[in-house]
């Protein structure tokens, strides 16, 4: 079994900012990738920042310059620092992994959502 632990969210004012991170554990053999996704009310989950492992981070153009994320690839981590938080950002955030285990490997693995909101 593997489990994504997510922590982090809450509620803050626009232009606070917040710590997302997520610990991966279990049957794992690699980690291929590490990010985040989110998805607001009634609408599409879609990727908020991502790491391939051996490469550069990608950002959504809507956090440029605001979010910074960064593995731990000892730790089996993932942290997302969110600067300058908009109304925009409120939202559920996803932890999302892909891996190998001894039972195959896969893409998207997503952790159970953690609540980000963020007030005007």
């Known amino acids: 079994q593997v489990q994504l632990v997510e922590s982090g969210g809450g509620l803050v004012q626009t232009g606070g900012s917040l710590t997302l991170s997520c610990a991966a554990s279990g049957n794992i053999f690699s980690i291929n990738s590490m990010g985040w996704y989110r998805q607001a009310p009634e609408q599409k989950r879609e990727l908020v920042a991502n790491v391939f492992t051996g490469l550069a981070p990608h950002y959504a153009d809507s956090v440029k310059g605001r979010f910074t994320i960064s593995r731990d690839n000892a730790k089996n981590t993932v942290t997302l620092q969110m600067n300058s938080l908009k109304p925009e950002d409120t939202g559920v955030y996803y932890c999302?992994?892909?891996?190998?285990?001894?039972?195959?490997?896969?893409?998207?693995?997503w952790g159970q959502g953690i609540q980000v909101t963020v007030s005007a």
């Open positions: 999302d992994i892909g891996f190998c285990s001894d039972h195959g490997c896969y893409d998207d693995y």
